[in-house]
Nanobody, 125 residues
């Protein structure tokens, strides 16, 4: 079972992108889904997370007010809308799943699983 992130690209500062996270082999309904990113030479970091029922969302301080996470359980998709992108947002973005909603808000990499290939986001003028 795996998640697949898509929707990345090359954009200029201030522009927007919407990332999608799709599941293969399982349904997302029972999982909290997190978005993470990893820039070259840096550790993977938590960006945002949404609980299984979409009742709660969490954001890293660096993206609050600019990024919005949402999910469509009927379509088995989770989205990350990224607005006002900055060069420091440049990274490979991944989505991952965790069963326990209580772990969502910590944005900690370790409890999450079903990592798939990420999608590259490059913000540059």
């Amino acid at each position: 079972v795996q998640l697949q992130a898509s929707g990345g690209g090359l954009v200029q500062p201030g522009e927007s992108l919407r990332l999608s996270c799709a599941a293969s082999g399982f349904t997302l309904d029972d999982y909290a889904i997190g978005w993470f990113r990893q820039a070259p030479g840096k550790e993977r970091e938590g960006v945002s997370c949404i609980t299984s029922s979409a009742g709660n969302t969490y954001y890293a301080d660096s993206v609050k007010g600019r990024f919005t996470i949402s999910r469509d359980n009927a379509q088995n998709l989770v989205y990350l809308q990224m607005n006002s992108l900055k060069p420091e947002d440049t990274a490979t973005y991944y989505c991952a799943a965790v069963v326990n909603d209580r772990l969502c808000g910590y944005l900690n990499v370790l409890p999450f699983g079903s990592w798939g290939q990420g999608t590259q986001v490059t913000v540059s003028s």
